[in-house]
């Protein structure tokens, strides 16, 4: 399949809760008024705007599974990679 590379694709934040976890409600209720918008061809996560330094491995995980729950079924989700070397990359 050859990627839709038009249209938006927006990196989105990521809200944190009070303990300095993920907001996943918040979080869901965000990327999903992303995806409501019109031109909207995939959501960015582990992108820049998205925290991902301040997140641990499976942090960043989780957010692609929140991020993939809250958008329509017809929404790409494509995640950045962070990693301090190769084998952590391949991880």
Do not use: K, Y
């Amino acid at each position: 399949m050859t990627p839709d590379l038009t249209g938006v694709h927006p990196a989105h934040l990521v809200p944190f809760d009070d303990r300095g976890e993920i907001h996943e409600e918040a979080l869901g209720e965000h990327v999903a008024a992303l995806d409501r918008i019109d031109g909207l061809n995939a959501m960015v996560t582990n992108g820049h705007g998205a925290e991902v330094f301040a997140l641990s491995h499976d942090e960043r995980v989780r957010l692609v599974e929140l991020v993939d729950d809250n958008v329509g079924s017809g929404t790409p989700v494509v995640s950045g990679l962070v990693a301090g070397s190769t084998r952590e990359a391949v991880e």
